[in-house]
Structures are given as structure tokens and as C-alpha cells.
């Protein structure tokens, strides 16, 4: 099967919303709950046909595309959101190596998701608890380790820990799928043109 700078530019759209949200509520304590469960989601999509369809839509991934139109263009306004998405970039590479974690971390997931299908809700605090778990228990111990900053005063707590690490769980999982498409890192340096016409052709 082949794909497209298309298919790759929605999977770097699922990392850089998933990652402006951990971004968002390590320094406010609150997130976007839309975005949120469209990270969660695209967590339990491991079967999904298309790129697309393991974000539900198109339109999910607007937040995402916006993020990147701007960056691909220097208008980023947030330096650690890149430099983040690079360590999970780098994170992914280590984890698909790792056979005893991905094992792991599949059932995990399916735990969780099993929890979600019961309360009804895939960002319900107990699924996101969950799904936070699974990346600290697993994930979080390979390296490079991603380092997340923010307030101290919602670091400490308990639940914007959880939904952390759940989006970061979220933002490997999109970074997995990235390399599925068939990204690389020469993308950034080759295809840059390639990936703006087709983050514009995603947003119009």
C-alpha cells in the first residue's frame, strides 16, 4: 500500500495537537476536551484504515493542521512545542524496537479502552488515569525521555499528571503512525514544500 505527504502531514498533525494540549494544561491546569478525546481516540483506532481514519475526520484534525501551517511558515509561537515533537519523534524510534513494550503497552490500551467502552466516555478522568499509567509503566522509562515543563503547581497534581502522559501516549501513537506512512526525518529537509502545499490542501 503507498502513501501520500497527505496521509503523513495528518499523522504530524495528531502529534502537534496532542502535544500543544500537554503543553496547555502543564501550564494552566485545563485543556481543550474536544482535542483531547480526539488524541484518546486516535489511541483505540489501532485498526483504522486510512490516516484519516484514525482521528475520526478530517475536521478533528484542524488544530493540529493550523499548528503546523504556521510553523512550516516561522510563526510558531511556542519554541518548546517543536523541540517536544522532536523527542517524541526520537521516543518512537526506541519504542517500536522495544517488542516486550509494545506488548505491554497494546494491553494496556486495551484495558483502557475496555474501561472507556464501560463509563461511556474515552477522556473520562479514569480512562485518562489509565491510559497515563500505561505510559509511565512503560514508555516513559525508554530514552530519550520527553521532558515536559510548566507550572509546578499543576505538575503536582495527581490528575493533569495522568492526562500528561496520556497525551503523550497519544502523540506517540501518532508518531507511529507517521513512520507508517512513511515518514522520516528527511521529510523536514526534502519534502518541506511538499508537506505546506499539503497542510493547505488539508486546511481549505
Given at each position: 500500500m503507498s502513501f501520500t505527504v497527505d496521509d503523513r502531514v495528518l499523522a504530524l498533525a495528531g502529534i502537534a495537537q496532542a502535544l500543544q494540549q500537554v503543553r496547555r494544561i502543564a501550564d494552566t491546569g485545563h485543556s481543550d476536551a474536544a482535542v483531547v478525546r480526539t488524541a484518546i481516540d486516535s489511541v483505540f483506532r489501532l485498526d483504522a484504515d486510512s490516516a484519516?481514519?484514525?482521528?475520526?475526520?478530517?475536521?478533528?484534525?484542524?488544530?493540529?493542521?493550523?499548528?503546523?501551517?504556521?510553523?512550516?511558515?516561522?510563526?510558531?509561537?511556542?519554541?518548546?512545542?517543536?523541540?517536544?515533537?522532536?523527542?517524541?519523534?526520537?521516543?518512537?524510534?526506541?519504542?517500536?524496537?522495544?517488542?516486550?513494550?509494545?506488548?505491554?503497552?497494546?494491553?494496556?490500551?486495551?484495558?483502557?479502552?475496555?474501561?472507556?467502552?464501560?463509563?461511556?466516555?474515552?477522556?473520562?478522568?479514569?480512562?485518562?488515569?489509565?491510559?497515563?499509567?500505561?505510559?509511565?509503566?512503560?514508555?516513559?522509562?525508554?530514552?530519550?525521555?520527553?521532558?515536559?515543563?510548566?507550572?509546578?503547581?499543576?505538575?503536582?497534581?495527581?490528575?493533569?499528571?495522568?492526562?500528561i502522559r496520556a497525551l503523550l501516549l497519544a502523540a506517540v501513537r501518532s508518531a507511529v503512525l507517521w513512520r507508517q506512512m512513511g515518514g522520516s526525518y528527511w521529510d523536514f529537509l526534502f519534502a518541506r514544500k511538499a508537506m505546506v502545499e499539503a497542510v493547505d490542501r488539508a486546511l481549505s
Open positions: 484519516a481514519g484514525v482521528y475520526g475526520e478530517r475536521e478533528a484534525l484542524k488544530p493540529g493542521l493550523r499548528l503546523l501551517h504556521n510553523y512550516f511558515r516561522n510563526q510558531g509561537q511556542d519554541p518548546m512545542l517543536p523541540k517536544l515533537a522532536m523527542a517524541v519523534l526520537q521516543l518512537e524510534r526506541r519504542f517500536i524496537s522495544e517488542q516486550a513494550v509494545i506488548d505491554k503497552v497494546t494491553d494496556g490500551i486495551a484495558r483502557a479502552q475496555r474501561q472507556a467502552a464501560e463509563v461511556g466516555d474515552s477522556a473520562h478522568p479514569d480512562v485518562l488515569a489509565a491510559l497515563g499509567g500505561v505510559y509511565a509503566d512503560t514508555i516513559s522509562h525508554l530514552k530519550p525521555r520527553v521532558m515536559v515543563q510548566g507550572n509546578p503547581h499543576y505538575l503536582g497534581q495527581a490528575g493533569v499528571v495522568a492526562e
